[in-house]
């Protein structure tokens, strides 16, 4: 069983930046995805950011050239940097390991 804990959500206006972490720990595997989804009040939770362990990235439409993810290897721990915040980016944003394992979420608002 992999655990998540993630950190650094928080309330910024349009145009700013936040940084998400979202630290693994237990029981990791060699090869592995680790991403972040996010829920807004209202709507499904859906896609934002991917890495595997081999680097490779995907993005959302919404959020590419925006957000960039990156990772720690040895720390264990997956980033999501987040710029040019809109105020549609607000939701709780989950990390999740292997798409089985999940965080218990972090919230970001965006606005005026």
């Known amino acids: 069983q992999v655990q998540l804990v993630e950190s650094g959500g928080g309330s910024v206006q349009p145009g700013e930046s936040l940084r998400l972490s979202c630290a693994a720990s237990g029981s990791t595997f060699s090869t592995y995805v680790m991403g972040w989804y996010r829920q807004a009040p209202g709507k499904q939770r859906e896609p934002v950011a991917g890495?595997?362990?081999?680097?490779?990235?995907t993005y959302a439409a919404s959020v590419k050239g925006r957000f960039t993810i990156s990772r720690d290897n040895a720390e264990n721990t997956v980033y999501l940097q987040m710029n040019s915040l809109k105020p549609e980016d607000t939701a709780v944003y989950f990390c999740?390991?292997?798409?089985?394992?999940w965080g218990q979420g972090t919230q970001v608002t965006v606005s005026s």
């Open positions: 890495m595997t362990s081999g680097g490779t990235t």
């Open positions: 999740h390991y292997n798409f089985h394992s």
